[in-house]
């Protein structure tokens, strides 16, 4: 299943590389493009978001009434999200696409001969002996990278114009620790996340302020169980935001540049998507407050 879709997404890559002739500009374009051709799926992921946050006070009183009886939990849970019109399941299908992405552009990036430039399979396991051979072959999970690096300049058939903006998006940065240039893209994909996350928790913090307001009639035990929950949610929130760069800091050290690329760009235009779905949709629910 990954590897056909890294094969598809391959065709796709290098035809924009034909075109531009630079894998950098490449990865860029088919970031874009498969941002476009997932927009509807964004959109409807976020207004699964929005209303799953306004059922969760009903899905409270639901848990709270039936803690001791699972049988009527599961059925009442279910059909509060009948009336809803809403699926438990929704969220699931975005998060399988994002995992398939994730896999088939590793799969991609790391063996770009096999699924990007389609080379025979033959070609390239004889160019692997060569380089063991020649003592050339770098002990690394990227053999494909090598053979590029190596064999490139000489053989068309397994050349790739790498260079970036003087970066070389061929670099393992954990095999290039010397080389400063192999920390810029990774370092970008950090700040990137760390700016999307705290979007992201500014977002879930303003929804939680409008029900707070909604809801200030409440008595104060409510409103203490409330605020408890609330910095749970925060607690959390913050422990991922000190996780996520880390563990994107260890992805990016160990795969080509060209994949934490994909990444950066990738988070760049989420946080765009993010943003202006937002906005689109908050003029949405005002129109239809004020009809």
């Given at each position: 299943m990954i590897a056909f879709f890294a094969n598809l997404?391959?065709?796709?890559?290098?035809?924009?590389?034909?075109?531009?002739?630079?894998?950098?500009?490449?990865?860029?374009?088919?970031?874009?493009?498969?941002?476009?051709?997932?927009?509807?799926?964004?959109?409807?992921q976020q207004k699964t978001m929005r209303k799953t946050t306004k059922i969760q006070e009903k899905l409270k009183i639901i848990q709270f009434k039936y803690k001791n009886d699972p049988q009527m939990l599961n059925q009442e849970t279910m059909a509060l999200y009948k009336r809803e019109n809403m699926s438990p399941f929704s969220g699931c299908l975005s998060a399988i696409v994002q995992i398939l992405l994730l896999l088939a552009m590793f799969y991609l990036v790391s063996s770009p001969?096999?699924?990007?430039?389609?080379?025979?399979?033959?070609?390239?396991?004889?160019?692997?002996?060569?380089?063991?051979?020649?003592?050339?072959?770098?002990?690394?999970?990227?053999?494909?990278?090598?053979?590029?690096?190596?064999?490139?300049?000489?053989?068309?058939?397994?050349?790739?114009n790498m260079n970036f903006l003087g970066l070389d998006l061929s670099n393992v940065p954990s095999q290039n620790l010397t080389d400063p240039t192999v920390y810029v893209i990774p370092l970008l994909y950090v700040i990137s996340s760390v700016f999307s996350i705290k979007l992201?928790?500014?977002?879930?913090?303003?929804?939680?302020?409008?029900?707070?307001?909604?809801?200030?009639?409440?008595?104060?035990?409510?409103?203490?169980?409330?605020?408890?929950?609330?910095?749970?949610?925060?607690?959390?929130?913050?422990?991922?935001?000190?996780?996520?760069?880390?563990?994107?800091?260890?992805?990016?050290?160990?795969?080509?540049?060209?994949?934490?690329?994909?990444?950066?760009?990738?988070?760049?235009?989420?946080?765009?998507?993010?943003?202006?779905i937002t906005k689109i949709l908050d003029k949405k629910e005002e129109a239809k407050e004020n009809a």
């Open positions: 997404f391959g065709y796709i890559l290098n035809f924009i590389y034909d075109i531009f002739q630079n894998y950098g500009i490449a990865i860029i374009l088919f970031t874009i493009l498969l941002k476009i051709v997932l927009l509807p799926l964004t959109i409807k001969l096999t699924y990007m430039k389609k080379v025979d399979t033959d070609i390239i396991n004889g160019y692997k002996e060569e380089l063991q051979l020649e003592e050339k072959a770098v002990a690394t999970a990227y053999p494909e990278i090598n053979i590029i690096k190596e064999k490139g300049s000489t053989d068309e058939t397994v050349n790739l992201s928790m500014n977002m879930t913090k303003k929804n939680k302020n409008e029900k707070a307001l909604e809801k200030a009639d409440n008595n104060e035990n409510n409103e203490n169980k409330e605020n408890t929950e609330l910095d749970a949610m925060e607690s959390m929130n913050k422990n991922m935001m000190i996780m996520m760069p880390i563990m994107s800091v260890i992805i990016s050290f160990i795969a080509p540049l060209g994949l934490a690329l994909y990444w950066l760009v990738n988070n760049v235009l989420m946080i765009i998507e993010r943003v202006a």
